[in-house]
């Protein structure tokens, strides 16, 4: 029997793992969870990929066979730089980080995303169906969409970026790519006007219709399942699947450290989650107070957390208040029409007793690099670093920590080398960017222009 999948607002049809993958969003505006956790196996495997697909089969089984999905998991890890995939590096007695960034984008999100790319084409061929992914990016998740489906013959993607917005090195990693299916975007407008972009081509019926449209956004179940993974590993590495580990997770969407709470909920003994922000504080204060509030993003050196609304956070919103998908609605459309929502004391109290959260701004977070690549010879990226600075206040004396490592600091180079006077060295697969020539359209911010460059570029 397959596992069945329900929607966080309760009212969609439920669905079984292939067409939650594909639907991304439920019909009824809300997000696809398991109807139960399946219980973690006690295999300890050798390798990340055996791991990867004893954790995630229970997931798909009944609708992908083991050895399709097994071999989908090898190929979307081979595309890493090292064995291990997600390495452990020592910071001192009790703090390790997980790097998670050796992937071919150099951050976290090409774990899930090499997989879901695999996923999707799968599944496409099975239906002899094809696709057309559309995306908007404000600097690192369009590259790691392309990387995902540069080799499929069912999937096009065209991203939009904001033109002279995103770091060179973003830039650069989304228009040197030379796949004939994968177009890379330079809009004349701010990433919001390309978000708003993407929303009204999803919102043109016809035009959503003739091309097929699809996303692979951070909402998609698929992409939290990839990440349940390397929390058992790091557990695994450390000799710790029956003791408790601490995880400290530099957050935007929540995406990441609610894979570690669904970790958590398979039997995976977690000590407690702690969510790290930037001055974007919203998680971190919803935590500490109960409530939250909205304010104005503000532009940070660890731009991929710049984010007010955690779209993840419904998914243990609802966990919270006991499964109703009504009550959930109604949290999250007074959140989204007055700025502000409350917990019940009960369900804060719930919510304290697995998490736990920081703030760490601009100013520290260099000071950290700094005194990281003083301590350790090391040298991490800003993201990291939020990371990092949370789990050193919030520790407790003998606790176990992994901070989880989210990008490679050749990506974000100008911080790094302010915070520590070192250029960080791209890594070998890379090295060369500087000299790749660039594709890119550059087109302005108006909706039927840019429809008609999808509708020109999408293959038959
Ligand atoms: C996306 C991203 C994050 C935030 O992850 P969420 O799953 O959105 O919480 C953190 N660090 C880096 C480098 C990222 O790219």
């Given amino acids: 029997m397959a596992l069945s999948y329900r929607s966080t607002r309760g009212t969609a049809a439920p669905l079984e793992f292939p067409d ?14 398991p109807d139960t956790w399946p219980t973690l196996s006690s295999a300890t495997p050798d390798t990340y990929v055996e791991l990867a697909a004893e954790v995630m089969f229970p997931f798909v089984e ?38 998670l960034f050796h992937g071919p984008t150099l951050a976290f999100k090409d774990i899930a995303l090499q997989l879901v790319g695999r996923l999707f084409d799968h599944e496409l061929t099975r239906r002899d169906a094809r696709v057309m992914i559309v995306g908007a990016t404000s600097g690192d998740t369009g590259s790691a969409a392309m990387e995902a489906v540069r080799s499929s013959d069912r999937a096009d993607i065209v991203v939009l970026y904001p033109a002279g917005r995103t770091s060179e090195v973003q830039r650069r990693q989304m228009t040197t790519l030379t796949d004939v299916n994968v177009h890379a975007v330079a809009l004349d407008g701010t990433f919001d006007d390309c978000q708003d972009l993407v929303k009204a081509m999803f919102a043109d019926e016809v035009f959503r219709s003739r091309n097929r449209l699809s996303a692979v956004n951070s909402i998609n179940w698929a992409r939290v399942m990839a990440q349940i993974v390397y929390y058992v590993w790091a557990a695994q590495l450390l000799g710790r699947r029956a003791t408790p580990t601490t995880f400290c997770v530099p957050t935007g969407n929540f995406g990441n450290v609610f894979a570690g709470h669904v970790a958590n909920s398979m039997g995976l003994p977690v000590g407690r989650l702690m969510v790290a922000s930037n001055s974007n504080d919203i998680l971190s204060r919803l935590i500490e107070t109960g409530e939250m509030v909205a304010s104005e993003v503000v532009p940070t050196l660890s731009p991929s957390m710049d984010i007010q609304i955690s779209s993840n956070l419904e998914r243990l919103l609802v966990e919270l208040l006991d499964g109703n998908g009504a009550a959930t609605a109604e949290f999250l459309t007074t959140f989204r029409s007055t700025g502000r929502a409350a917990l019940t004391a009960d369900q804060h109290l719930r919510l304290r007793a697995d998490f736990t959260g920081d703030r760490i701004d601009d100013a520290r977070t260099l000071e950290i690099m700094a005194e990281v690549h003083e301590t350790h010879g090391l040298l991490v990226d800003p993201h990291t670093a939020v990371g990092i600075g949370v789990a050193q206040r919030l520790r407790r004396p003998g606790e176990t920590i992994v901070s989880l490592a989210t990008a490679h600091p050749a990506k974000f180079p100008d911080a790094v080398s302010k915070a520590t006077g070192v250029e960080p060295e791209l890594p070998g697969h890379l090295a060369d960017l500087f000299d790749r020539p660039e594709r890119f359209e550059s087109l302005p911010d108006d909706l039927t222009t840019v429809e008609d460059y999808v509708d020109s570029v999408r293959r038959s």
């Fill in 20 to 33: 939650v993958l594909l639907a991304g969003l439920a019909t009824d505006g809300g997000l696809y969870l």
């Fill in 62 to 99: 009944g609708t992908i066979t083991r050895s399709d999905f097994d071999s989908m998991i090898v190929d979307a890890y081979s595309t890493f730089g090292v064995p291990e995939v997600c390495p452990l590096v020592q910071l001192d007695e009790h703090h390790h980080l997980l790097e």
